[in-house]
């Protein structure tokens, strides 16, 4: 054990994380404003995750933590470490193990259930932060429900581009209120946000916390005549064959050679231990000898 | 100063802390059900959820109101001692301790349309808590769920002032269930 306070924060930090996260669950998409602290860790590198986390973690929890999908970035492996340190949790990279994720830009594959939390790194929380810079006005603008730029933006990108554009960060509405970010997660896991399991978001710099309560209802914005889609590459795993779940695209060579790969590190190694094996993959067993 | 009211805080601050939010949190997130937490020992008429509620979550930043069955010497020295928390009127609070008939509902803050968290959360003890009763549907309900509630038509019109309102934890011994503002009751 770690000479720090359990989970790094002190006591009246967690108390006033714990006041936003618990207004924030009661209005669902609204973000909360909160006396962000400075993190061992560089903005940018999930302080508002790591400060929700250190709130709501307790010591019977199992803790994973994901960055674009993959438990084994630098960013994931540092910070599901300083958990294990501070807050003595144990840790794990099955997502069906954990009661509390941590994720950076992806919600796993796998459907989550009623006692497990989702913790979201959030760069901007603000969705209409790049159409009105000032935040006096998207306050207001979140306060009177006027959310007629947001689809304007969209309806450029279809003037543009013959569709809506927008690939990550897709805007979605919660409850019918209020508009929010979602995070940067692709936009094909926009239909995931509807799930059992609490959906907690937290904004380090931008000093801001917001949730999504089981079972909420989250609405992809669009228009009858360009509905929204959750799109992914037209592909299938080359690992693990799967043609449902979102795909990392890989250059492997300098002579044009690719491969496309889930995203999710721990769906497709365990559709690998399953044995399913993809177009360029191996059996599990040989691969990891 | 009586010693009595220097017991009964948590044993392990973090610790008890910890596993005390994540049943308040729950509790919110998931409205209709109801979670057992533990660790306080606060001097009567206190329940030992809203003890828990109240070290969990108050500090000098939250003024509390206690309605005047709770407002006893002991009780405000506990809150003092283990919280901090100023004692404030109803008006001012961010938490509030009280029986559901006791509570003057109109007096607390409801926030403001572009602060709504800016809210009070009131801590009703009641002597039943049971999931029988009033219908629940939501957020963070899959269906429906029930709850017993001590007023129907109170809530409803607290559900109509979304995204402004009040939220409530209620509390009974060792068990609390809570009522955000955006629960539908019938």
Partial sequence: MSDYNFAYLDEQTKRMIRRAILKGLAIPGYQVPFASREMPMPYGWGTGGVQVSAAVLTPEDTFKVIDQGADDTTNAVSIRRFFEKTADVAVTEATGEASVIQTRHRIPEQDLREDQILVYQVPIPEPLRFLEPSEVETRKMHALEEYGLMHVKLYEDISQHGAIATSYAYPVKVEGRYVMDPSPIPKFDNPKLNMAGIQLFGAGREQRIYAVPPYTDVVSLDFEDYPFEASKADHACDLCGSTDSYLDELIVDDAGGRMFMCSDTDYCCSRRKAGHIGAQGVPYAEDAA | ?186
Avoid: Y
Wanted: hydrophobic share 45%; charged share 15%.
């Fill in chain 2, 1 to 186: 100063m009586q010693a009595a009211i220097l017991e009964g805080g948590f044993g392990d601050a973090p610790i008890d802390a910890a596993r005390a939010f994540r049943q308040i949190m729950t509790a919110t997130a998931q409205p209709g059900t109801i979670n057992k937490v533990a660790g306080a020992q606060p001097p009567k008429p206190l329940s030992i959820a809203a003890g828990v509620v109240l070290l969990t979550m108050c500090d000098p930043e939250t003024p509390v109101f206690l309605t005047p069955a709770f407002d006893t010497d002991d009780v405000r020295a506990w809150i003092t001692f283990h919280t901090s928390a100023p004692i404030t009127t109803a008006k001012n609070a961010a938490f509030a301790v009280g029986a559901w008939d006791d509570l003057p509902l109109h007096d607390f803050s409801i926030g403001t349309s572009e602060f709504p968290d800016r809210s009070a959360t009131l801590i009703v003890e009641t002597a039943h808590l049971s999931t029988t009763g009033a219908t629940l549907c939501g957020p963070g309900i899959k269906d429906m769920a029930t709850l017993s509630l001590p007023d129907v038509a109170a809530f409803q019109n607290n559900a109509l002032l979304f995204p402004l309102g009040l939220d409530f934890i209620f509390t009974c011994q060792s068990e609390l269930a809570a009522l955000p503002r955006t629960t539908k009751v019938s």
